[in-house]
Nanobody, 114 residues
Framework: QVQLVESGGGLVQPGGSLRLSCAAS????????MGWYRQAPGKQRELVAH???????NYVDSVKGRFAISSDNAKNTAYLQMNSLKPEDTAVYYC????????WGQGTQVTVSS
């Protein structure tokens, strides 16, 4: 059974940092393109970043230079390092393949507020 479990969210002040983790089971992160998505209240879920099996990365313009996606194949886990956080980064963050084809996990809430 495939399962994605996101963690690492929380409340942080503007300018702060968080590192999100996505622990995968029943599938291999290393052979998939993995993505981090987010959904803010009242908005559609959007792709924030993705990383290919060859470790190529891509980011939505709004997070370029601030976020970094990576993966640890030995731990079968994907990560999203988020720096210089802004209030507009507030959302529930999810991981999935890109394009997404797996069941969505519960996500992890990120709240950026002073």
């Amino acid at each position: 059974q495939v399962q994605l479990v996101e963690s690492g969210g929380g409340l942080v002040q503007p300018g702060g940092s968080l590192r999100l983790s996505c622990a995968a089971s029943g599938m291999r992160v290393s052979i998939n393109t993995m993505g981090w998505y987010r959904q803010a209240p009242g908005k559609q879920r959007e792709l924030v970043a993705h990383i290919t099996s060859g470790s190529s990365t891509n980011y939505v313009d709004s997070v370029k230079g601030r976020f970094a996606i990576s993966s640890d194949n030995a731990k079968n886990t994907a990560y999203l390092q988020m720096n210089s956080l802004k209030p507009e980064d507030t959302a529930v963050y999810y991981c999935n393949t890109f394009p997404s084809y797996l069941p969505w996990g519960q996500g992890t809430q990120v709240t950026v507020s002073s």
